[in-house]
């Protein structure tokens, strides 16, 4: 079963940038597409952006193109989100997750624990 | 954007009651539409793609169906373990979207 640990969450200020990491218990990692979704508190569930297995392709919500940027390192196993000039409303729970098969860009089938961002002064 | 609308928002029943929620998608989505089954404190689980395959974990009283742009999730005899809430999401096209849930909780 294909395990997923976010970490770099954490308190930031108004205007501030974080980078939050993904890391996935799988050795074919470079095959997938990694995805993130995020949860404001007591609000509902947003995909925020995704990444293609061979990092060729990225795909971001409209309303965050410009601030968050998605990278990954197949080397360690591992998917970024780098966050900047981030806002109150940025705050939320941010989940990494994954689809069941490689190379599909489809329903999102693994999903991480999360980590906690919060946003404020 | 593709826009979910899921109704109904709030869903009041009781153990062994059917319930049927709804998803309409803003435009033509096909059968790429997936629900999730979200409990408080936990990552949300996936419980059916494509519209109405089931995923192995969940027992077959949950059920979907729909194309195109009108999708249900029915239950069918409601358990304790059901109470939580659900949502739809579609990954036809960019940007993926998620209706805004269907609560269950008890009556």
């Known amino acids: 079963e294909v395990q997923l640990v976010e970490s770099g969450g954490g308190l930031v200020e108004p205007g501030g940038s974080l980078r939050l990491s993904c890391t996935v218990s799988?050795?074919?990692?470079?095959?997938?597409?990694i995805n993130w979704v995020r949860q404001a508190p007591g609000k509902g569930l947003e995909w925020v952006a995704n990444?293609?297995?061979?990092?060729?392709?990225?795909n971001y919500v409209d309303s965050l193109k410009g601030r968050f940027t998605v990278s990954r390192d197949d080397a360690k196993n591992s998917v970024y989100l780098h966050m900047s000039s981030l806002r109150a409303d940025d705050t939320a729970l941010y989940y990494c997750?994954?689809?069941?098969?490689?190379?599909?860009?489809?329903?999102?089938?693994?999903w991480g624990q999360g980590t906690l961002v919060t946003v404020s002064s | 954007d593709i826009h979910l609308t899921q109704s109904p928002s709030f869903l009041s029943a009781s153990v062994g009651d059917r319930v049927t929620m709804t998803c309409r998608a803003s435009q033509g989505i096909s059968y790429y539409l997936a629900w999730f089954q979200q409990k408080p404190g936990e990552a949300p689980k996936l419980l059916i793609s494509a519209a109405s395959t089931l995923e192995g974990e969940f027992p077959s009283r949950f059920s979907g169906s729909g194309s195109g742009t009108e999708f249900a999730l029915t239950i069918n005899s409601l358990q304790p373990g059901d109470f939580a809430t659900y949502y739809c999401q579609q990954y036809n096209s960019y940007p993926w979207t998620f209706g805004q849930g269907t609560k269950v909780d008890f009556k």
């Open positions: 997750v994954t689809p069941l098969r490689r190379y599909r860009a489809e329903y999102l089938h693994h």
């Open positions: 799988d050795f074919t990692f470079s095959k997938y597409w």
């Open positions: 990444i293609k297995y061979d990092g060729t392709e990225k």
